[in-house]
T-cell receptor, first 114, second 112 residues
Framework: DSGVTQTPKHLITATGQRVTLRCSPRSGDLSVYWYQQSLDQGLQFLIQYYNGEERAKGNILERFSAQQFPDLHSELNLSSLELGDSALYFC?????????????FGPGTRLTVL | GENVEQHPSTLSVQEGDSAVIKCTYSDSASNYFPWYKQELGKRPQLIIDIRSNVGEKKDQRLAVTLNKTAKHFSLHITETQPEDSAVYFCAASGAGFQKLVFGTGTRLLVSP
């Protein structure tokens, strides 16, 4: 157990819908990262937050948004869902925002868009 | 930006053999190189990492080597076991970077 929690574990929804994925970082970690992993694909970096502020953006679609709250948990919002958005979504956390800090991954949320 | 290439994409070995996975990176400022193991449907787990002030690091059956001149690093798994079967990802980053850049993954299959 990495100490990073994600809810829900599984999410099944229809095209055009909107969902929210939640992540709680390890105790003491201030930085949260979101990744998307499609079937048999690698880890695509979406976005990073540090202490409530957005720090870096990757291949995140405009239909997707995220935020980090004062208690440091983060939410990833996915809207106007398409079949291709079906994937595993992971969040990871680290103490600081530097890329050299060890990132610990949560168990992931499996999103299925029908 | 940083780019990480990983080879091979698939690796099949017999139990007890060694396995080697290689990665190359493009940004000479990178100085942190972690390796993650991901079992099917599970989260990536950090198994070993190396920083640029060392050339080699060992942890039981795992070893990582780093060649900064050639900008490549490798994961060596000795005495492989069936439970080593998983996808392995290398990654690279640096102090001024905001994120890890991951390789495309190697699917390792260890046959009994």
């Amino acid at each position: 157990d990495s100490g990073v929690t994600q809810t829900p574990k599984h999410l099944i929804t229809a095209t055009g819908q909107r969902v929210t994925l939640r992540c709680s970082p390890r105790s003491g970690d201030l930085s949260v990262y979101w990744y998307q992993q499609s079937l048999d694909q690698g880890l695509q970096f979406l976005i990073q937050y540090y202490n409530g502020e957005e720090r870096a953006k990757g291949n995140i679609l405009e239909r997707f948004s995220a935020q980090q709250f004062p208690d440091l948990h983060s939410e990833l919002n996915l809207s106007s869902l398409e079949l291709g958005d079906s994937a595993l979504y992971f969040c990871a956390s680290s103490v600081a925002p530097s890329g050299t800090d060890t990132q610990y991954f949560g168990p992931g949320t499996r999103l299925t868009v029908l | 930006g940083e780019n990480v290439e990983q080879h091979p994409s698939t690796l099949s070995v017999q139990e007890g053999d060694s396995a080697v996975i290689k990665c190359t990176y493009s940004d000479s400022a990178s100085n942190y190189f972690p390796w993650y193991k991901q079992e099917l449907g599970k989260r990536p787990q950090l198994i070993i990492d190396i920083r640029s002030n060392v050339g080699e690091k060992k942890d039981q059956r795992l070893a990582v080597t780093l060649n900064k001149t050639a900008k490549h690093f490798s994961l060596h798994i000795t005495e492989t076991q069936p439970e080593d079967s998983a996808v392995y990802f290398c990654a690279a980053s640096g102090a001024g970077f905001q994120k890890l850049v991951f390789g495309t993954g190697t699917r390792l299959l260890v046959s009994p």
